[in-house]
């Protein structure tokens, strides 16, 4: 065999090689993003839910446990439809509560991070008053914003404020910050005014830790609510889903206490959900926390 048709069989030799990788069944990055990909994503953790609710039914009817120390499922679901009116006016107390301190904490935060970003001199003054009152325990001031505000709900709804309004802070701030500063100079280049520079620049690089902000500031408005009414107390029409916990602790109703707690754990799945949902369509299009791998 000649030198020249060495090489020839060397390159056909290489040819193959990487058509036979080029074939090989290893799952490609298009792959784990299909409908079957998808459709695990949710089995999966729906079919580890059912497991454990099997077992813990089988452990309380095998070592026959009374329910007022660990109610089986069904009894759960019983006291849940048995008591469904009660315990659905005391959820929608606590997720009034809940939202209406979501709300005053993003447009709080946003406000403030946008003055501190523009002003050092108002971060210097105001930022270590927002990390004082986030290292604060909420249930050690709650007596206090008890003393000073005119009702009780008034009182809950400032201390799951204070507990939401720091996230939503740092994280917008900090993503203020991290604007790029090439693209700064480029700004300052073509002589962008502050205003410009910041809605058309820093705003939109601060999206996604805004984002993210929200969607920890939605969990710990929530858990803020819950644990204020607890340090609080309401009863009557007012009573949120966390008296009604007490009451049933009380009262040794168990299965009611679980029931209120698979509302409050639902709940919660509820706003992460919506809360992701909202950061997905803002960021699908162009953000790279949200777009699919193309290799």
Not at 162 to 167: K, T
Not at 176 to 192: I, V
Not at 230 to 243: D, E, M, R, V, Y
Not at 286 to 291: D, F, G, I, P, R
């Amino acid at each position: 065999m000649t030198a020249v048709e060495a090489e020839k069989h060397e390159g056909e030799m290489a040819r193959t090689s990487v058509q036979d990788l080029s074939t090989d069944e290893a799952p490609r990055p298009a792959e784990a993003g299909s409908a079957t990909g998808r459709w695990l994503r949710f089995l999966i953790p729906v079919l580890m839910l059912v497991g454990l609710i099997v077992v813990w039914q089988v452990y309380v009817m095998v070592y026959d446990v009374p329910h007022y120390i660990l109610p089986s499922p069904v009894r759960v679901a019983q006291a849940l439809a048995a008591d469904w009116p009660v315990l659905l006016s005391a959820l929608w107390v606590t997720l009034t509560i809940t939202l209406k301190a979501l709300v005053i904490a993003l447009v709080g935060g946003v406000a403030l991070a946008i003055l501190m970003a523009q002003s050092k001199w108002i971060e210097l003054a105001l930022y270590p008053y927002a990390v004082i009152l986030q290292v604060t325990p909420v249930v050690a001031i709650a007596p206090l914003i008890l003393i000073y505000t005119p009702t009780t709900q008034a009182a809950i709804l400032i201390c799951a404020w204070i507990v939401a309004f720091f996230p939503v802070l740092s994280n917008t701030t900090q993503g203020l910050r991290s604007t790029d500063h090439n693209l700064l100079n480029l700004f300052e280049l073509y002589r962008a005014s502050g205003w410009q520079t910041l809605v058309y620049l820093k705003l939109p690089n601060a999206l996604p830790f805004f984002l993210a902000g929200l969607r920890i500031a939605g969990g710990l408005a929530l858990i803020a609510a819950v644990v204020a009414e607890f340090a609080a107390g309401t009863a009557g029409g007012n009573a949120g889903l966390a008296f009604r916990l007490l009451e049933s602790q009380f009262r040794l109703n168990i299965p009611r206490l679980f029931a209120a707690l698979v509302l409050l754990s639902f709940t919660g799945v509820l706003i992460y959900a919506a809360t992701s949902l909202i950061s997905y369509l803002l960021l699908r299009k162009w953000h790279e926390s949200a777009l699919r791998r193309e290799n």
